[in-house]
């Protein structure tokens, strides 16, 4: 596949940050694609259904062949309650479960969802090495699948699978899926860049405002990220507002200009946050106020956090 320099997260559709108007998600989803957004991003758990479900009623205004569609396994949720099931039946009914809420035929990519929360049920993350990928790739023989990835927010999660996995036969994982770790406050990936490449593997970065950190309104209650970590992205964003040049704008252009990376992904249901990330990704930072945002933050460069 060869996808945008900038993505569509859907997530946003799921009214997981805040309560969202089905109609102007479709807007947002439309905005994405007439803007040359080739690659849309969603999964069952966000908002327990309802963004493949929204992003379903969009996409059948779409023609297929001008976007590939990516969704996910292993994490789901309902009534909100988070559930996990990375075993081969329960991730192969979930293909066709969201295949029919997305109202497509063909999944582009499909993807195990956040496998650190594997890590500390039964099987460990062996598990996805034995059985959750086997499963994903016999539906690539089948046709219903196009390739197979993982996402998690801990890369040395993402690395272990990749290597246990081609140790485990003739098979590779295509694609990975990392966030909040190439942004203005966190750059770590780059460190996993090489290796990544060395394999063939598709690198997809998501979430350039890390959750929020680096936005004027400021982190939601829920953000994981220690207070020192939010204290100092909120210095930044003060810094940039000062110059005249919202940390938001310039968190995209530094998430986008690693051309190592495939893509990065951003999320929302406002057709005009979408236009207007989309312009910001096409132009150039300011490189001499990234560096004074990186000095700002500190000490507090590559502070992460569990994930949740």
């Known amino acids: 596949m060869k996808i945008s320099h900038l993505s569509f997260g859907a997530s946003s559709l799921g009214s997981v940050f805040r309560d969202t108007n089905e109609k102007e998600s479709c807007e947002a989803v439309e905005a994405a694609i007439e803007g040359g957004i080739n690659f849309i991003d969603v999964s069952p758990y966000y908002g ?5 479900t929204v992003l379903g009623k969009a996409l059948s205004n779409i023609p297929r062949n001008s976007y ?14 988070n559930t996990w099931d990375y075993s081969a039946k329960r991730v192969t009914e979930s293909v066709y479960e969201s295949m029919e809420r997305l109202g497509v035929e063909h999944i582009d990519l499909i ?35 196009g390739h197979v990835g993982i996402t998690d927010l801990q890369l040395e999660n993402l690395k272990w699978v990749v290597e246990q996995f081609e140790k485990a036969g003739d098979r590779r994982v295509e694609s990975i899926l990392n966030f909040c770790h190439y942004t203005l406050n966190d750059d770590a990936l780059n460190d996993y860049i090489e290796f990544f490449e060395a394999k063939g ?53 530094y998430a986008v200009s690693n051309k190592r990376i495939t893509s990065t992904l951003f999320s929302s249901a406002n057709p005009e946050n979408v236009r207007r990330n989309i312009q910001w990704a096409n132009e150039e930072p300011d490189w001499q106020l990234v560096k004074e945002v990186k000095e700002i933050i500190g000490i507090q460069q590559r502070v992460t956090w569990a994930n949740s």
């Not at 590939?68 to 309650?81: A, C, E, H, I, P």
């Not at 209650?221 to 207070?227: D, E, N, Q, S």
């Open 48 to 52: 327990h259904y309802k963004a493949e």
């Open 68 to 81: 590939y569609l990516s969704t996910k396994v292993g994490r789901y949720g309902k009534d909100g309650f």
């Open 111 to 145: 993807n195990v969802h956040d496998i650190e929360f594997q890590t500390v049920r039964p099987g460990g993350l062996q598990l996805v090495v034995d059985e959750t990928l086997p499963a994903l790739f016999e539906l690539k023989d089948k046709g219903i699948v």
């Open 201 to 253: 593997i598709g690198i997809i970065n998501a979430s350039p405002l890390s959750m929020g950190l680096l936005s004027q309104r400021g982190v939601p209650a829920w953000h994981p990220a220690p207070k020192p970590l939010v204290e100092a992205c909120q210095r930044a964003a003060v810094h940039c507002n000062a110059k005249g040049y919202p940390i938001e704008r310039l968190a995209v252009q």
